[in-house]
T-cell receptor
Framework: AQTVTQSQPEMSVQEAETVTLSCTYD???????LFWYKQPPSRQMILVIR??????QNATENRFSVNFQKAAKSFSLKISDSQLGDAAMYFC???????????????FGQGTILTVHP | NAGVTQTPKFQVLKTGQSMTLQCAQD?????MYWYRQDPGMGLRLIYY???????DKGEVPNGYNVSRLNKREFSLRLESAAPSQTSVYFC??????????FGPGTRLTVT
């Protein structure tokens, strides 16, 4: 079974600065997808970014980028030019790319609470 | 286009009562999921439905049942609620193999 670990329960950053959230995972599979979801106080889960394991290039979405290290099983999220609206709980998630009973299911980490200071 | 909707948003039950959480999606997705979110534990999969007419257990299915009523709707039933089922419940849907879209969640308290 796959596991996802977020070792930082809480992080803080000053507005306009950069912060990196860490995520490690354990799997024996070679093909999979990784995601970062944002959960603001409204509780809504919002997809921030996704990464396909077969792609060597790190995914980027505007101010959000990832550092995907497949051999190290590490998947960190970098938020540049942090804004007050980035304050939220962030979850890292894993999904297998193979068929069978685990196909499509997400395995989540415990989450990291990000605080942005003005 | 409402995406994924869930009812109710909040619910308080007494131990032993039953209730059904409703979920519907209007994105024509094949797959639907139920998760629970507890403090410090992230989201855990309760049940999922890969396609209309099929359901499978996830990581924490005990105490729950599901029904995939049609392609749009996927309900979660608690037959005899227990305090351990106090949680926030999320429904999600996806096209097969693609990212999941989540509903707004239901906060359930069992006293």
């Amino acid at each position: 079974a796959q596991t996802v670990t977020q070792s930082q329960p809480e992080m803080s950053v000053q507005e306009a600065e950069t912060v990196t959230l860490s995520c490690t995972y354990d799997t024996s599979e070679s093909d999979y997808y990784l995601f970062w979801y944002k959960q603001p106080p409204s509780r809504q889960m919002i997809l921030v970014i996704r990464q396909e394991a077969y792609k060597q290039q790190n995914a980027t979405e505007n101010r959000f980028s990832v550092n995907f290290q497949k051999a190290a099983k590490s998947f960190s999220l970098k938020i540049s030019d942090s804004q007050l609206g980035d304050a939220a709980m962030y979850f890292c998630a894993y999904r297998s790319a193979y068929g069978g009973t685990s196909y499509g299911k997400l395995t989540f980490g415990q989450g990291t609470i990000l605080t942005v200071h003005p | 286009n409402a995406g994924v909707t869930q009812t109710p948003k909040f619910q308080v039950l007494k131990t032993g009562q039953s209730m059904t959480l409703q979920c519907a999606q209007d994105m024509n997705h094949n797959s639907m999921y139920w998760y629970r979110q507890d403090p410090g534990m992230g989201l855990r999969l309760i049940y999922y439905s890969a396609s209309e007419g099929t359901t499978d257990k996830g990581e924490v299915p005990n105490g729950y049942n599901v029904s995939r009523l049609n392609k749009r709707e996927f309900s979660l039933r608690l037959e005899s609620a227990a305090p351990s089922q106090t949680s926030v419940y999320f429904c999600a849907s996806s096209r097969t193999g693609y990212e999941q879209y989540f509903g707004p969640g239901t906060r359930l308290t069992v006293t």
